[in-house]
């Protein structure tokens, strides 16, 4: 994971909200691909809120989805687990 990703974990205090945000190109499934990777994750708990954004031009989404963290393990493990999807270009 980079730096600046270790040290942001750090500072937080588990368990707590947290956004994950996914961007790819638009496609009638990316917003159900990113939500559905996230809540695999989540040990039957729900995604809190979804929110999406075009780009200007619309050939990109992004899909942030804000969820309840456990611990740093379930988030590393959602982050390799988007960053293995061909159709997730960028992770934040």
Known sequence: MPEKFEESLELLDFPCKY????????GVAFEALVCEVVSRHL???EIIDVATRQSARGRYLSVSCTIEAADRDQLDSIYLDLHSEADVLVTL
Do not use: D, Q, S, V
């Open 19 to 26: 956004e994950i945000k996914a961007m790819g190109k638009c």
């Open 43 to 45: 040990n039957g708990a």
